[in-house]
Nanobody, 124 residues
């Protein structure tokens, strides 16, 4: 059974940094696409970033471009989201998602597996 487990969320002041991790388990991931989404209270879940297993193709949402970076470590079956210069509007539950085969996409329904989410709170 495939499992995605996020970690690294927490409370940080505006301007600070956090790194989220998403560990995949349950099968071997060869040609996967991994992604991060977020959902703030009362809002739709939105795409933040996505990456291909090879690392050669990535997607970053305009709202976080220049501040967030997505990366992966295939040996550890882990995808990371480095978040710098955090703003109060980045406050949300962050979810990791994965598709076993494919290219990065910002579409929610593209992904087959989801983690349970990790809370990120940015104070002003």
């Amino acid at each position: 059974q495939v499992q995605l487990v996020e970690s690294g969320g927490g409370l940080v002041q505006a301007g600070g940094s956090l790194r989220l991790s998403c560990a995949f388990s349950g099968r071997t991931f060869y040609n996967y696409a991994g992604a991060w989404f977020r959902q703030a209270p009362g809002k739709e879940r939105e795409s933040v970033a996505a990456i291909r297993w090879s690392g050669g193709s990535t997607y970053i949402a305009d709202s976080v471009k220049g501040r967030f970076t997505i990366s992966r470590d295939n040996a550890k079956n882990t995808v990371y989201l480095q978040m710098n210069s955090l703003k109060p509007e980045d406050t949300a539950v962050y979810y990791c998602a994965a598709r076993l085969y494919g290219l990065p996409s910002s579409a929610r329904d593209y992904y087959d597996y989801w983690g349970q989410g990790t809370q990120v709170t940015v104070s002003s």
